[in-house]
């Protein structure tokens, strides 16, 4: 029998479960180990809650989890509940599945003001993630910037433009719904240190700008290059360019009362305010021939009383596991970190792709932990009976699956009208729901 710990419960981390559970059958056992009593990982806390019908994969998830010889171990935070080297050896193999959830910084001065977040935290305040429970972020002024061309950067923006009933059927968070009711932002200026052949931002997300009821996007013809360009472009994103073109040529349309202003070129240099952040100083850009963005010297104020940054994230570091401090992500050989240590999804890759692009890693490092120790092979290894034992000891009381089935319908009774679920917070509440 092996034993195998996948560290992370996010779809990186299932489709490796999922992987290794059909390599090895019953002669393996997987456990999914996460700091959180509540599975998912960005199916949960990062995919937009008016996008319902792409968290439909977490059945498929579910499904791995309540397979036969695979558990899932939530409440536990690796690097802190247990060592890397602990789990090295308990187990066969680890396969660490973090994802990415800090934020990367933009590095000007002003940063550090209030008013200024990161879309990891703007994101998990409006998904319902315990570290940003309390990030209020400020609601009363009529402007607000997003920074970033990347579809992460889109649902921000889509989220602080619609209006409360546009939300229907969405699991967004009471505490985020009722703010956003409330607030005074008229003007979201989503800023890009390039020009629109140069965004990340898919068809499907850019084409709902065009139909929110109170908000209508403003884009600049002057800002693209001549059309023949265009059909040089890959065809998904040559669509995404066409529906920019269709939002300069129609124009903003006046009976909304929101604007949504592409602002391409334009490059951060400093945020201001007295104590809060007010506005910031933005250098207008132009390429150069590698495509990069260069200073022109020219500089504006964009006023912002809300800066969300959506520039990439970060794998944290754990003790021990050699990191790529250039990609934010562990040192890795196409997944390989050391012996018997491995690295899947953005911990593995950086922050890029959709949910689909993890499941070929979790796939090949299976198959690489297949031929390392192929099935019918015995580790003698203490597994996850020698895990529990380890975490009692430290006082750390582990959750399985049928607890997040006790939450989960907790959440679902909790529900207001026309939303599948009110998610629950805090720790405590989760646990509370346990009886803990
Ligand atoms: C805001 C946002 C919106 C997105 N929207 C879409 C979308 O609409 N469509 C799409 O296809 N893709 C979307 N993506 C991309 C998609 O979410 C990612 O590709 C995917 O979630 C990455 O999977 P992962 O398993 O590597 O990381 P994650 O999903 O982040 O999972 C990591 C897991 O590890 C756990 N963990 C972290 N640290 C520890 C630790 N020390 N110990 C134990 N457990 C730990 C976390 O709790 C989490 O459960 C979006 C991403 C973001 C950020």
Request: some cysteine.
């Amino acid at each position: 029998m092996r034993q195998f710990a996948v560290v992370g419960s996010g779809p990186a981390g299932f489709y490796t479960a999922e992987a290794l559970a059909k390599a090895f059958g019953d002669k393996a056992r997987v456990d999914i180990i996460d700091r959180y009593p509540v599975p998912y990982g960005l199916i949960r806390f990062g995919v937009a809650p008016d996008h319902q019908s792409l968290k439909a994969v977490s059945k498929r998830y579910d499904q791995v989890a309540e397979s036969e010889g695979v558990s899932f171990v939530g409440n536990v935070t690796v690097g802190r509940d247990v060592s890397a080297k602990e789990l090295l050896d308990l187990y066969d193999a680890v396969v660490l599945a973090i994802g990415a959830p800090h934020d990367r910084k933009l590095g000007i001065p002003g940063e550090d003001l209030p008013g200024v977040v990161g879309s990891a935290e703007f994101v998990g305040w409006y998904n319902g993630h315990p570290d940003f429970a309390d990030l209020a972020p400020p609601l009363g002024g009529t402007h607000a910037v997003v920074v970033g061309n990347g579809n992460v950067a889109l649902d921000c923006v889509r989220v602080l433009s619609k209006n409360r009933h546009e939300f229907e059927g969405s699991d967004i968070v009471g505490h985020a719904l009722e703010a956003l009711d409330g607030s005074d932002v008229r003007t979201v200026t989503i800023l890009g240190r390039r020009g629109p052949h140069q965004i990340s931002m898919t068809p499907k997300e850019l084409g709902e700008l065009g139909h929110l009821e109170a908000a209508t996007p403003v884009v600049d013809a002057a800002d693209f290059p001549p059309i023949e360009e265009d059909s040089a472009l890959e065809p998904g994103h040559r669509k995404s360019i066409t529906i920019l073109r269709e939002f300069a040529s129609a124009g903003p349309d006046s009976s909304k009362p929101k604007r949504i202003l592409f602002d391409f070129f334009a490059k951060p240099l400093r945020i201001e305010g007295d104590g809060k952040a007010e506005r910031l100083l933005v250098e207008r850009t132009m390429l150069d021939e590698r495509g990069a963005a260069i200073g022109t010297g020219e500089t504006y104020d964009v006023p912002a009383s809300l800066v969300v940054t959506s520039i990439g994230y970060q794998t944290p570091r754990i003790d021990g596991v050699p990191y790529d401090d250039r990609g934010g992500k562990f040192a890795n050989d196409h997944g390989l970190i050391a012996d018997r240590l491995y690295a899947v999804g953005w911990a593995r890759r950086g922050p890029t792709g959709t949910i689909g692009t993890n499941r070929p890693d979790g796939y090949e490092v299976a198959e690489r932990i297949a031929s390392a120790m192929p099935p019918g092979t015995d580790g003698g290894r203490g597994g996850g009976e020698g895990l529990t034992a380890l975490l009692a000891k430290r006082g750390v009381r582990p959750t399985n699956f049928d607890d997040w089935h006790r939450i989960e319908a907790a959440e679902v009774a909790a529900a207001r009208p026309g939303s599948p679920r009110e998610k629950f917070v805090r720790q405590e509440d989760w646990l509370k729901v346990l009886g803990r």
